[in-house]
């Protein structure tokens, strides 16, 4: 079983950075998609951000040139760096792993509270 622990949340000022990270368990094999979501309170849980197994990173219209997603794949561990922070990125932040080829499992973390208030 692979357990994905996320990190780094906390209450920041509005124009401040915090860095996310997601450790894993041990080495996932046959990744399909990492990415990070959010869910505020009384909304529905959206993407923030995803990168694949080439690199390639996507983002919401809301975190473009804020947010940038990473991985350490030596380190088992996934990165969120959040920048310019807004009161209206305060939410749960989870992690989110793909994997496996028959069948596909979806691995979450438990999820990082981040609080952008003044």
């Known amino acids: 079983q692979v357990r994905l622990v996320e990190s780094g949340g906390g209450l920041v000022q509005p124009g401040g950075s915090l860095r996310l990270s997601c450790a894993a368990s041990?080495?996932?094999?046959?990744?399909?998609?990492m990415g990070w979501y959010r869910q505020a309170p009384e909304k529905a849980r959206e993407l923030v951000a995803t990168?694949?197994?080439?690199?390639?990173?996507n983002y919401a219209d809301s975190v473009k040139g804020r947010f940038t997603i990473s991985r350490d794949n030596a380190k088992n561990t996934l990165y969120l760096q959040m920048n310019s922070l807004k009161p209206e990125d305060t939410a749960v932040y989870y992690c989110?792993?793909?994997?496996?080829?028959?069948?596909?499992?979806?691995?979450w973390g438990q999820g990082t509270q981040v609080t952008v208030s003044s």
């Open positions: 989110n792993v793909v994997a496996g080829i028959a069948p596909i499992h979806a691995y």
């Open positions: 990168i694949n197994t080439g690199g390639s990173t």
């Open positions: 041990r080495t996932i094999f046959s990744i399909r998609a």
